[in-house]
Structures are given as structure tokens and as C-alpha cells.
């Protein structure tokens, strides 16, 4: 039986466990290292982007600083985490020519997550493979998993969550709530739990190392012996600490170019959410630079990077986008689980279509704070109504969970249902989730022609296919202040029991208004 190298690499910071997996990855990559078993762990905590994600856009950076929690980014793709001291990673890290190992990255993810089911079988805890790379036990996730490819080795890694501290995550994280709808869940404790919460205590390192060590002895059919890191790798190392050290690599790689026109959109794709920061030229007409990011994995890394290249200095009309991103899947032929070139035809498309705005005489700081459903803004003409969110009712106000308003001048809400009335629009108090697809739909089969609304752009991201289902067009304006997505209270909110008050934007909504009104 083959024998593979077993690592256990101890308590390091963040951008040593990053270089380390660097390293080790070059070095087998180069046939300077065996096949390798990887045990890791972090000190202090550690708040990972996964590789095409941003910092500002998934790390409360502040919180980290004062709670003394290393920022950083990941070589691998995937989302945002929180790793903290009591979680345990694993990782193998070994060539992709072998028997055993499968092509398809989607089988791979599986086979790895045996290694964790193992585990927790070991444990008398019963878990189950979640696509595309969760491992779950009665629906919630204990572990993850993810990876890259350099030449012809890969690595994949998973994390096992033995203790798990939600607020602290919450805090941290800026939780990319559009993401759960597949999940139909809206608490951070309704989708995670871990060892402690399972077993009712906290198992020592040396068993769970004991448990991990089975679980992968018995999934990849061999024998490991314990060793040590080559001169090869630690040459590869001494170089890598520097990079993953560096502000370069934690920040530069993914931040916007400045004094650039900024067009924003996502996609919440079947593989994870696609996020698009277009930075373009008005004048030319061009693309300056495209900045995709997500969630998502994509082999091989520099997959996005290269689409990116692609699009800088191109033409903003969408038939030539699409036919640069059709050609480019066709010649790359990425792996991208869960992910098509249409899904990033669709998020350019939603971009470049904000475009018009401008030509209606939008301001640059607008155009990204307005969404459409069912069309674009030129072709969504003659609203009849005006839907308007209960959370940005006063708190203390008796008609909050009503479709009504007195118009008592102390919330937005009330001078909106004025702007709405003056218009000759029929506004309507949204009270729940039930009743907006309720409403939509039953306006649709009334024959009405389009709406107007307002909602936070985490809602429009989680519910555009719902309101793409139901058809009705729609341009909708973004809400200010806090929302139950930033204080994770979706569920509450759904059901309409938000406590919390939003603020409409009534200088941009009656903008919108006005404008409509004249066309």
C-alpha cells in the first residue's frame, strides 16, 4: 500500500498558513514533495476572503482590527470565513495524475468530504455530502471544502468546525445573506452547528487528529508516515511569507482603480453569487476594467483573472461582451461548478443596462442604487402602483404591518404614499414576502403594466428570479440605513415581524417618479 507524507503544521497566523499552503503545493507541483496530509490550525482567528473576493465587500475591517483577527486571502476560491482558534483544517495536497483521484472537480469535492464524514462517523455523528462542497449533519453545516490546481497537483482543503462562535462571525463577516434562499434559511444558528454542539463537549486535539488521520487513511486507501517539510518547500516558504504578508496580496489585487466610473451588479448563479464592478470609460464608451468576484470556484485560479484581461479596453455593447465571453469558455473551457458563460453574460448585461440611466439624467452616485425586474429601464413605462416596504414604517406606528397610512409626516413612508398620490399611483404597504408575491401577481393577472417599489439590494439579489418568475416589470430604489440583512433578521422580516426602521430614499425615489410621469 502507498505511503503519503502526514503534516501537522501546528498554531500559525494566517498568512503563514497560506504561504505554507503555497509552498506545498509548488513543491509537488515541481515532483519536490511527496503526496502530502496536511493538519493546520490559526492563532489568532483569521477572517479569509476566498481568492476572486473582496475585502471591503466581506470583512467588517474594522471589528477584525480591534478584536485582533488577521485579515486575509485565501489561494483558494469560495467564500468568506471566519477561521478561529478551536477550528481544525485539513488539506491534501498531491498529484492529479493518480488512479484513484477523480477528473471532474465536482467528484473531487466529494471524495474529500468523505474524509470529514469519516470523522464525525468516528464521533457516532451522522453527516452527509452537500453539493457543491458542504459537508452537513441534519441540515446544517460542520465543515467545507475547496481548492486550486497549480500544473499537475491540486489542493483541497477542508475546515472542521469544533466549537463555533456566531456572533463573533456575524461581526466579523459581512455575511453574504442573498446566498441562503437555497437553503431556506435566514439564522447563522439555523445553518451551522459543530462538535460541541453535537456531542454536548469539546473532544481533545489528539482525538480529532486521531479521527481526521482514519478518515483519510480510509477514503484514500493508504498509509501515511509523519514528516517533515523539505528544503525545497521551506526555500518556497521564506519567499511566500512575504507575499501573503503584503498589502498587495490581501488588498491591491481586487480593489477598484480610483477617480473611475463605478457600474455594480450580481447574480445569485446555481454555483454561488457573482458579484461584477465595471469600471468604465463614459467617453469612450469602454470598458477600463472589469472586476469580477464571488463566491464561486473556478480551476483553473487564474481563470478570472484571465476573463478580466480579456474585457479591459472593450467595447460596452453587450452583444460584443457576450460573443468575448462565449469565446473565451469555448477556448479556456474553465471548470466552474455550478456556473455558465450566460451567468456572466447576465451580470454584464445588468450593468451595461444601467447605462440609459444616464441618458435620463441620473448621477453617477444613482445609477447603482436603482434595480429593474423584467426588463430594461427604457422599456418599463406606465406604472400603475407603488410598493413601499412596512420596515421603513416608524416603529411605534399601529398601521406598520398594514397596507395603509395616515401620512402623519413621521416616516418616509408617508411622504412617499404623497409623491405616489400627486402621480396618480396607487401605493401599497408590503407586509411580508407572501403578500409582495401575492400582490405581483395578482397585478400581473389584472393586466397592470409595471410597478414602482423600494427595497435594499440584498432583497432584490435573493428574490430577482422570484420576481422574474412572476413577470411583471418593475424599477425598484434602493433603501437606506440598516437592514434586516446587515443585522441577519431575514426571517423575522420575511414574516413580518421586523422590529428595526429603514429610511426610504425619497430624494432618489421621487427623481424616479418624476421622471416616469413625464415620459
Not at 198 to 225: C, M, R, S
Request: proline share 2%; glycine share 6%.
Amino acid at each position: 500500500m502507498e505511503s503519503w507524507r502526514f503534516l501537522d503544521t501546528g498554531v500559525k497566523k494566517a498568512h503563514e498558513n497560506i504561504a505554507l499552503d503555497d509552498s506545498l503545493l509548488k513543491a509537488r507541483s515541481e515532483s519536490e514533495a511527496k503526496d502530502t496530509f496536511r493538519l493546520l490550525r490559526y492563532s489568532p482567528a483569521a477572517a479569509l476572503v476566498g481568492f476572486h473576493q473582496s475585502i471591503e465587500l466581506e470583512i467588517r475591517e474594522s471589528f477584525c482590527r480591534e478584536n485582533n483577527i488577521d485579515i486575509n486571502r485565501r489561494i483558494t476560491g469560495g467564500g468568506a470565513i471566519l477561521f478561529d482558534e478551536s477550528q481544525i483544517g485539513w488539506e491534501v495536497i498531491a498529484s492529479r495524475n493518480l488512479e484513484f483521484i477523480p477528473k471532474k472537480v465536482d467528484a473531487l469535492y466529494e471524495m474529500i468530504s468523505k474524509v470529514g464524514i469519516i470523522t464525525l462517523k468516528n464521533f457516532g455523528i451522522k453527516a452527509c455530502f452537500r453539493p457543491r462542497n458542504d459537508i452537513e449533519v441534519n441540515g446544517r453545516k460542520i465543515s467545507g471544502t475547496g481548492g486550486t490546481l497549480e500544473g499537475d497537483a491540486f489542493l483541497f482543503q477542508g475546515t472542521l468546525l469544533v466549537d463555533f462562535d456566531a456572533e463573533t462571525m456575524l461581526k466579523a463577516l459581512r455575511i453574504p445573506t442573498e446566498k441562503l434562499k437555497d437553503k431556506e434559511i435566514d439564522s447563522i444558528k439555523d445553518r451551522v452547528t459543530c462538535l460541541r454542539w453535537e456531542l454536548g463537549y469539546t473532544p481533545e486535539y489528539n482525538e480529532i487528529k486521531e479521527a481526521l488521520l482514519d478518515g483519510f487513511k480510509k477514503v484514500f486507501k493508504v498509509q501515511v508516515e509523519e514528516g517533515e517539510i523539505t528544503e525545497r518547500e521551506k526555500k518556497l516558504y521564506r519567499k511566500a511569507v512575504r507575499k501573503f504578508s503584503s498589502e498587495e496580496w490581501i488588498y491591491t489585487t481586487r480593489r477598484n482603480p480610483e477617480n473611475r466610473f463605478n457600474i455594480s451588479s450580481a447574480k445569485k448563479a446555481k454555483g454561488g453569487l457573482i458579484r461584477l464592478n465595471l469600471i468604465v470609460d463614459i467617453k469612450s464608451m469602454k470598458i477600463h476594467f472589469a472586476i469580477i468576484s464571488g463566491d464561486f470556484f473556478a480551476f483553473p485560479k487564474r481563470t478570472i483573472f484571465d476573463l478580466e484581461a480579456r474585457l479591459k479596453d472593450h467595447t460596452l455593447e453587450i452583444k460584443q461582451i457576450e460573443k468575448t465571453i462565449n469565446k473565451f469558455f469555448d477556448e479556456y473551457n474553465p471548470d466552474i461548478p455550478g456556473i455558465e458563460a450566460k451567468d456572466f453574460v447576465d451580470v454584464f448585461s445588468k450593468a451595461t443596462e444601467k447605462l440609459s440611466l444616464l441618458e435620463n439624467g441620473f448621477t453617477l452616485e444613482d445609477v447603482n442604487k436603482i434595480y429593474t425586474v423584467a426588463g430594461s429601464y427604457d422599456k418599463i413605462n406606465n406604472a400603475e402602483v407603488l410598493l413601499l416596504p412596512y420596515c421603513s414604517k416608524a416603529k411605534e406606528c399601529d398601521l406598520r404591518y398594514k397596507n395603509d397610512c395616515r401620512k402623519c409626516g413621521k416616516c418616509s413612508v408617508g411622504k412617499a404614499y404623497e409623491m405616489a398620490e400627486k402621480l396618480n399611483l396607487e401605493p401599497i404597504t408590503i407586509v411580508n414576502y407572501e403578500h409582495l408575491e401575492e400582490t405581483l401577481s395578482s397585478l400581473k393577472k389584472k393586466g397592470y403594466n409595471a410597478f414602482y417599489g423600494s427595497c435594499c439590494e440584498s432583497f432584490y439579489i435573493k428574490h430577482y428570479n422570484d420576481f422574474e418568475r412572476i413577470g411583471l416589470k418593475g424599477i425598484l430604489v434602493d433603501i437606506e440605513n440598516t437592514t434586516c440583512y446587515d443585522l441577519d433578521r431575514v426571517k423575522e422580516a420575511h414574516k413580518g415581524k421586523f422590529k428595526e426602521q429603514t429610511e426610504l430614499n425619497l430624494k432618489l425615489l421621487g427623481k424616479l417618479l418624476s421622471k416616469k410621469s413625464t415620459e
